[in-house]
């Protein structure tokens, strides 16, 4: 399939309307906040900003037209899913709740899957209101029942008697004998608690709001398999891209501006 393992640059809009239906097992995006601000991007491992290359995540017609924007480009996301297909669209609290209704109205109601909640600490906090420190992705599936779901288990359980087996299996003594825990630990929730990338990671590519490679591979391996098709149509500097190919799956991306489809392209040749 020649439209797999490519990088476009250019509208998402005319990108994805070319490609075929049911094409992606799995669409992560993560389109404009409606912040009103102007970016600009840094140049990156070492490099001065590129004072040339910069966005502005503002919209004629304010809300209106950001919604106008990005509605035909849901509905073209839930064309090129697959039956078994899911959806995850990262966003904060400008526009989730107008965008949440948008797929309710696209995908159905049914097919809402989950508002997860990636929480961060990073930056300062408010006088005025309790700190902002969270993103929401919103989750929907192609056909529930249908979707394809791999239970992730990370971290330790939180109970008090714990015990654990020679062999390593914990569990906890009952009135009714040993109740065992899974060892792999407990299944992940909705609330992810994974660190924002600091202005000094090594993860940095100089794109602004670029995405911890930690949080697309839990996506990834949340809803795909290897060799599946993983979508990304405002890729930004690739990090969705860069996290499938090291699980060996395959990948679309898009970008509109070409400083981000240079930075996702040298990322994956790396």
């Known amino acids: 399939m020649t439209h797999v393992d490519r990088v476009y640059s250019g509208d998402n809009l005319n990108?994805?309307?070319?490609?075929?239906?049911?094409c992606c097992d799995l669409i992560y995006i993560d389109p404009p906040f409606?912040?009103?601000?102007?970016?600009?991007?840094?140049?990156?491992?070492?490099?001065?900003?590129?004072?040339?290359?910069?966005?502005?995540?503002?919209?004629?017609?304010?809300?209106?037209?950001?919604?106008?924007?990005?509605?035909?480009?849901?509905?073209?996301?839930?064309?090129?899913?697959?039956?078994?297909?899911?959806?995850?669209?990262?966003?904060?609290?400008?526009?989730?709740?107008?965008?949440?209704?948008?797929?309710?109205?696209?995908?159905?109601e049914d097919n809402f899957l989950n508002e997860i909640i990636w929480h961060?600490?990073?930056?300062?906090?408010?006088?005025?209101?309790?700190?902002?420190?969270?993103?929401t992705i919103l989750v929907?599936?192609?056909?529930?029942?249908?979707?394809?779901f791999n239970v992730l288990r990370e971290g330790v359980f939180r109970t008090d008697g714990l015990k654990f087996e020679t062999d390593g299996r914990p569990y906890k003594s009952t009135?009714?004998?040993?109740?065992?825990?899974?060892?792999?630990?407990?299944?992940?929730?909705?609330?992810?608690?994974?660190?924002?990338?600091?202005?000094?990671?090594l993860e940095r590519q100089g794109w602004p709001t670029q995405k911890p490679l930690a949080l697309l591979d839990r996506i990834i391996r949340a809803s795909t398999r290897e060799g599946d098709c993983v979508a990304d149509f405002f890729c930004g500097s690739g990090t969705t891209l860069v996290a499938a190919k090291r699980l060996g799956r395959r990948f679309i991306g898009c970008d509109a501006a070409k400083a981000a489809?240079?930075?996702a392209r040298r990322r994956l040749k790396e």
């Open 34 to 108: 409606l912040t009103g601000r102007e970016r600009t991007v840094a140049g990156g491992k070492g490099k001065p900003r590129d004072k040339k290359a910069t966005f502005a995540d503002s919209f004629a017609g304010g809300r209106k037209g950001y919604l106008a924007f990005m509605h035909p480009r849901l509905e073209q996301c839930h064309r090129l899913l697959a039956r078994s297909g899911t959806l995850y669209v990262h966003l904060d609290w400008r526009v989730a709740a107008y965008i949440r209704i948008c797929l309710d109205t696209i995908f159905g």
């Open 175 to 201: 009135t009714r004998g040993k109740l065992y825990f899974n060892a792999a630990g407990p299944a992940l929730t909705d609330v992810w608690d994974i660190p924002f990338l600091s202005t000094v990671s």
């Open 120 to 135: 961060y600490r990073t930056g300062g906090v408010s006088r005025k209101w309790f700190g902002r420190k969270h993103d």
């Open 15 to 22: 990108v994805m309307s070319r490609l075929p239906d049911g």
């Open 261 to 263: 489809v240079s930075i």
């Open 140 to 148: 929907y599936a192609k056909k529930t029942g249908a979707h394809r």
